[in-house]
């Protein structure tokens, strides 16, 4: 009689105790996929999205205005004008549109985006936003390419009055004249400490305002080139006084506004279409092409 009783027990200790490990066992999260499953996990939701560029212009370039600072302006940094990144951003759209276009290069070295910057006063003048009717709006670009922050940034001016001084220029040159924009963010350096009031900069500061220009170029559909990324942070790119683009570092700059431009405006392929239209190579490619279902189509 007392072994059925233990029997009894045991059998009843043993269906709680599976119960609750049942219990424990739905309750429980799913296990995280391993291996090859956890890897196309982590592909799905960093896969990035395709997105075609915009055609921000099809007909030729005619006049190209470039409104900024000592980078733009050129100096004793550089052995000659040409060498300025504008000079090479020219060059190469007059390049492939098969004629020289008209540029301006409104640079001032020491230059300040408005008076209520920090370091008005010991900048040499006039400030952007005193100048930009007459250096910008009144040439009528339709290419203008507008290349602040740096001296602001290092005379810590506030990001909020920059981000503001430059929509009033976006805003008052597009309602003008409106050619296509583009924005460059803030040049690399390296002599943070030096040339006092223009001490107060940082990396962390310049990103900071990068992303007040990149917001600038999404409020007001301006193309963004990313000078800052170009130069890598590399030192070697910058001239030892620290602050200006070398030789390489203006070549750095150039390509990566003319790679931003061609992106974006169809009009810098035209005279390359035309000049192949009747070659032999177009027309036996485009002829295969056709012959298996997949002809060439312009689409821009």
């Known amino acids: 009689m007392n072994l059925v009783r233990y029997a009894i027990a045991v059998s009843v200790l043993l269906a709680t105790s599976a119960a609750a490990v049942a219990a424990e066992s739905s309750a429980a999260p799913a296990e995280p996929p391993q291996g090859a499953a956890a890897a196309t996990t982590a592909q799905e939701s960093t896969q990035p999205v395709f997105v075609k560029p915009k055609d921000y212009r099809k007909e030729p370039f005619q006049r190209m205005v470039i409104l900024g600072e000592s980078t733009v302006e050129g100096g004793p940094w550089l052995v000659s004008s040409t060498q300025r990144y504008a000079d090479i951003v020219a060059g190469l759209i007059g390049l492939c549109q098969g004629a020289p276009i008209e540029y301006y290069n409104k640079g001032i070295g020491a230059n300040a985006i408005s008076t209520r910057s920090p370091g008005y006063a010991d900048s040499r003048k006039p400030s952007a936003m ?23 940034m290092r005379a810590g001016m506030p990001i909020a009055d920059f981000r503001e001084d430059m929509a009033t220029i976006i805003r008052d040159v597009k309602a003008a004249c ?11 350096m390296t002599g943070w400490k030096s040339y006092p009031p223009y001490d107060k900069g940082s990396v962390e500061i310049t990103q900071q305002y990068n992303e007040c220009i990149r917001g600038l170029a999404a409020e007001f559909d301006c193309i963004v080139a990313d000078v800052w990324s170009a130069e890598g942070g590399a030192d070697w790119v910058i001239d030892p006084d620290g602050v200006h683009a070398n030789r390489v570092g203006n070549l750095l700059i150039a390509h990566r506004i003319f790679e931003a431009i061609a992106q974006h405006a169809s009009c810098l392929t035209i005279k390359n279409f035309e000049d192949l239209s009747d070659s032999k190579w177009r027309k036996e490619t485009t002829g295969k092409r056709a012959s298996v279902g997949d002809p060439f189509q312009k689409t821009w």
């Open 130 to 152: 005193e100048r930009y009717k007459d250096d910008v709006i009144a040439k009528k670009p339709d290419l203008f390419l507008l290349c602040y922050g740096l001296n602001d």
């Open 178 to 188: 409106d050619p296509v924009i583009v924005l460059t963010t803030v040049y690399y």
